[in-house]
């Protein structure tokens, strides 16, 4: 399993968590979820404050706080200040957004629909507009070294996504590495709390190739031209369709808490909403 290093993610006294909330999450609709409200009340309870009117705020909101951490590795007391960034279909260009956050960001949160493997979703699902794309468009998927993952979804959604989504003829992962923004020595955990989101690890991490011995295809790479190590990038993600919200990852993050406690505490909180499902392997990371 994957690990949250904190000593990484604290060594320059900062921590950046960057969120991105996708479309139906965040009060669009009446009656409906609002994620995006609760986590800006967590964040607040928690002593957040949002920070000055600034030229970003069109494309995220800010909040900051500084905490004491106890650093179990040196036993010493630091003060860390926090930095929250909070996107959504309420901002501007919300998907540009979500890319520079996974391009600068050290955590990167994404909670919402998960597009059948295709990418985070941030406007309604008849457009294309605002979908981070993950899952098509590059060169490797169309020599099939890279396939859209088969989710256990019903195939009339996966046709109508797959058909809108191929008129943009991009990729977002694999633009953010032509414009050689990923970093090898950026410290970054993303979680992608999404239906299904283990769709997405054949993009980000590649795939084995038994005849060249590595891993090939991935579409993070860093500014050498290689995929970015598990040493530098931890992966959270789903098995399966989920109903739960990122708000529990969030907390344990401003608690401290390991990447073992984040999935037995999201394990736990998925079965208070599905508590027909008695899978024990729902979340993982990589």
Not at 131 to 136: D, I, R
Not at 169 to 177: G, H, P, Q, V
Request: charged residues 30%; glycine residues 6%; contains cysteine.
């Amino acid at each position: 399993m994957g690990r949250i290093d904190y000593a990484k993610l604290f060594r320059d006294k900062r921590l950046d968590i960057a969120i991105g909330i996708g479309y139906e999450f965040a009060g669009e609709k009446a009656n409906f979820s609002n994620e995006l409200g609760d986590i800006i009340t967590v964040l607040l309870g928690n002593g957040f404050r949002k920070t000055a009117k600034s030229s970003t705020d069109i494309y995220y909101d800010t909040y900051y706080l500084r905490k004491r951490y106890f650093l179990t590795a040196n036993k010493q007391l630091v003060d860390i200040d926090i930095y929250a960034y909070l996107t959504s279909s309420k901002k501007k260009n919300p998907s540009n957004t979500f890319a520079s956050f996974l391009a600068t960001k050290e955590i990167v949160i994404y909670s919402g629909h998960g597009r059948i493997g295709i990418g985070p979703d941030f406007d309604d699902e008849k457009s294309n507009k605002e979908n981070f794309v993950v899952g098509l468009n590059t060169a490797a998927h169309a020599n099939n070294q890279l396939k859209l993952q088969n989710s256990p979804h019903d195939k009339s959604l996966r046709i109508k996504y797959v058909k809108g989504m191929k008129s943009r003829k991009d990729n977002d992962l694999e633009s953010i590495t032509k414009k050689n923004l990923f970093r090898e020595n950026l410290y970054q955990v993303w979680f992608f709390n999404a239906c299904s989101s283990i769709d997405y690890l054949d993009e980000i991490r590649g795939k084995w190739s038994v005849k060249d011995k590595m891993q090939k295809f991935g579409l993070v790479r860093t500014e050498t031209g290689k995929i970015k190590s598990k040493d530098n990038l931890v992966v959270f993600g789903t098995r399966q369709s989920v109903r739960s919200d990122a708000i529990p990852i969030l907390k344990q993050i401003l608690a401290g808490k390991s990447m073992d406690d984040i999935v037995k505490t999201m394990q736990a909180y998925e079965k208070i909403f599905s508590p027909e499902n008695n899978s024990n392997n729902i979340y993982f990371s990589d």
